[in-house]
């Protein structure tokens, strides 16, 4: 009676881990991962060629995350960020096609991120978006066609080193 019952301990731990549903979580930060909450407020960061910008970040799991030492390497995924103003794109070329770094134990079940990358806005002044509501969103698609997607709603307000 011993003998199935170890058995079967013995196969139930030697079982695989069960995958991980593929998801994504929109973030911020310029060196690490900070949580976006629904709401927050995010600075309007102007560039030091005059242009403006949001640090935004993602974390994901379940996808091919490629490799993040290699931009030519055909199985990193393609991210597009985007920022949405009273219906209108203002970041139509936030896309970024690298690897994704490995995410810190701490961020599980999410297994990779990128953290810190410009969604470059099409406006003239940061006065534009002062206190602006704007939707900000995320997809990360694979080489094997699979897309995780997140968004929020937050505000915005000039960066208080902007010139």
Known sequence: MRVPLLL????????????VNPAAVL???????????????????QGPQG???LLLSVRVAGLESGNPSDVDDRKNPTTTFQVEYMGTNL????????GLELAPDSALPFSHEMVGRF??????????LDGAK?????????????????S??????PHPLNN
Do not use: K, M
């Open 8 to 19: 079967a301990l013995f196969l139930f731990g030697c079982q695989p881990e069960a995958p």
């Open 119 to 128: 969604a470059i806005l099409s406006i003239e002044s940061d006065e534009e």
């Open 152 to 157: 929020r709603s937050i505000t915005t307000y």
């Open 51 to 53: 242009g403006f910008h």
């Open 134 to 150: 704007v939707d900000v969103s995320v997809s990360v698609e694979d080489i094997h066609g699979i897309t995780v997607t997140d």
């Open 27 to 45: 973030g911020t930060g310029e060196w690490d991962w900070e949580a976006l909450q629904i709401e927050d407020a995010v600075p309007v960061i």
């Open 91 to 98: 970041s139509p070329n936030a896309q970024y096609i690298q």
